[in-house]
């Protein structure tokens, strides 16, 4: 178990207020992808070298946006979130989930991202007529990639937007535009270095119970050491990048509330999980009940 923080580097955008990670309607699906009322997965990004690219944190505020040439879909920014996890390259699309397959084929390089998208969005014709958002990347500049917006122009946006903050909570979703593959394949890998983590500590599994919704955990496990019988209940998050001092995870409803009724409940997030030489940090039900705080609830309307 490793508890080792890492210190990012300084940004040499000194200026910057939030990623702008863009849907091309020529090549991708936008009107599928919004339907689903937000994104919780890996976002392709361009394959060239960028020191933007490298300069992307876990944690850091995003922005998304919509281009132009979509007939049902207005050009715009359309939703805000955060990056959930870092940025990894080789890992090819899935040509099902764009409309241009052919260039699916040549996106290899992604970025974790949970947004929440807007029920109004602030379009292309309004970001031009607001004096600070008409200078920005995405709206003066559309083949910058990856853009950005500065601190006044995130400011602008949100007063367009009718949003007091960036942050309204992650949609719990998943989108068939992105990377669900690679999500499904960071998950395998998590799963496999939780299971050898705890056969080190002596631990044989009982039941593997990824499939069965509403348990709030993923592993159970047990021991027995110096006459003394242990069962633990695991949830394993993996994550690609490195764990820094800002790293955190989301946990459902039925996670936390597992974390609070069964007492053996555990924590295990599995950091640079796609390396050879994956790191865990485990914390149990009681410390992840302290360190969380809500991003957002769901409210479920009466019926008229």
Request: with cysteine; hydrophobic share 40%; net charge neutral.
């Amino acid at each position: 178990m490793s508890n080792e923080s890492t210190e990012q580097p300084e940004r040499r955008l000194t200026d910057f207020g939030a990623w702008v990670i863009k849907c091309n309607p020529e090549f991708s699906k936008p009107q599928e992808l919004l339907a689903q009322g937000g994104l919780d997965d890996y976002w392709s990004l361009t394959n060239s070298p960028s020191y933007r690219v490298d300069e992307m944190q876990e944690d850091d505020p995003v922005v998304f946006y919509v281009g132009r040439g979509s007939r049902t879909v207005d050009a715009g920014f359309w939703g805000a979130g955060m990056i959930t996890d870092g940025v990894v390259r080789g890992i090819e699309a899935d040509p099902d989930a764009w409309a241009d397959s052919e260039r699916a084929e040549s996106r290899t390089t992604w970025l974790g991202v949970g947004v929440t998208f807007w029920e109004v969005p602030v379009t292309l014709e309004q970001a031009r007529e607001d004096e600070v958002l008409a200078a920005s990347e995405p709206v003066a500049k559309p083949q910058v990639s990856p853009a950005y917006l500065t601190k006044a122009e995130l400011d602008a946006l949100l007063a367009l937007a009718g949003h007091e903050s960036l942050f309204d909570g992650t949609a719990a979703v998943r989108s068939r535009h992105s990377g669900s593959e690679l999500k499904a394949i960071v998950e395998k890998r998590a799963i496999a270095a939780a299971k050898k983590h705890y056969k080190k500590l002596g631990f044989k599994l009982v039941k593997d119970v990824q499939s069965e919704r509403g348990l709030g955990y993923d592993l159970e496990l047990k021991r027995k050491e110096g006459g003394v019988k242990e069962t633990i209940l695991v949830e394993v998050k993996g994550k690609i990048g490195k764990r820094t001092s800002t790293s955190s995870v989301v946990l459902t409803a039925n996670e936390l509330k597992a974390a609070k009724k069964e007492k053996g409940w555990r924590l295990l997030v599995v950091s640079e999980a796609l390396e050879k030489k994956p790191v865990v940090t485990e914390i149990s039900g009681k410390e992840a009940r302290k360190a969380s705080k809500a991003m957002a609830h769901t409210v479920t309307l009466p019926q008229s």
